[in-house]
């Protein structure tokens, strides 16, 4: 596909369990992105990547937030032992290459943790 | 450390009149400023981006925006809102100079509305 494809696109999971959100990247970009939008706010940075290398990830909340990239492509961004403040919808991007290229979003995924 | 702020968090226009949308940023010398696009159940689209070229951009669906350094602004202007244009508007930095990383930072959103 063309776009940014994130699955799944809706999550319901009860709080303790651990969710893992799928990013499949557009193909060839070097950058790729994960935030954090809460209902009614914008979003918010939680980690990033160039190709496989995670070199920022002062955003994610705490140490249950985990991503990877390991072969530079897909992405992976795991929640262990989900809490109610987890639920938001997650959004990944990709860029071609670092700072001056514009993101492109996927659809998000919506996690619910009831 | 890098910000940008929109200073309203909602707008009401009337169609067909003029819209502008405010954006404040702290930067370096040279940031990357866009802005994006938010329809309702929709992803984020980008309507334009600043980066160091022509200090007045134009973007898609009519938009444009001008940096003005001297005010650290980067408003969003369109000369007739349509039905169409209702939807949160993102303004959203890039500053790794200043940053010392290559993350995007977004603003909190200004919704707009219209009008008939």
């Known amino acids: 596909g063309a776009g940014v494809s994130q699955s799944p696109r809706y999550k319901v999971a009860k709080r303790g369990q651990d969710v893992a959100l799928r990013c499949d990247p557009i193909s060839g970009h070097v950058s790729l992105f994960w935030y954090q939008q809460a209902l009614g706010q914008g979003p918010e940075f939680l980690t990033y990547f160039q190709n496989e290398a995670q070199l920022d990830k002062s955003g994610l909340p705490s140490d249950r937030f985990f991503a990877e990239r390991p072969e530079g492509s897909v992405s992976t961004l795991k929640i262990q032992r989900t809490q109610q403040e987890d639920s938001a919808v997650y959004l990944c991007?990709?860029?071609?290459?670092?700072?001056?290229?514009?993101?492109?979003f996927g659809n998000g995924t919506r996690l619910t943790v009831t | 450390a890098q910000s940008v702020t929109q200073l309203d968090s909602h707008v009401s226009v009337s169609e067909g009149t003029p819209v502008l949308l405010r954006c404040n940023y702290s930067?370096?010398?040279?940031?990357?400023l866009f802005w994006y696009v938010q329809h309702p159940n929709k992803g984020l689209q980008l309507l334009l981006k600043y980066t160091s070229a022509a200090t007045l951009v134009k973007g898609i669906n009519g938009f444009e925006a001008e940096f003005k350094k001297s005010e650290t602004s980067f408003h969003l202007t369109k000369p007739s809102a349509h039905m169409s244009d209702a939807a949160e508007y993102f303004c959203v930095v890039s500053d790794p100079l200043l940053s010392g990383t290559y993350k995007y930072i977004f603003g909190t959103g200004t919704r707009l509305k219209v009008l008939a």
């Open positions: 930067s370096s010398y040279s940031p990357s």
């Open positions: 991007a990709s860029s071609l290459d670092q700072g001056n290229s514009p993101l492109h």
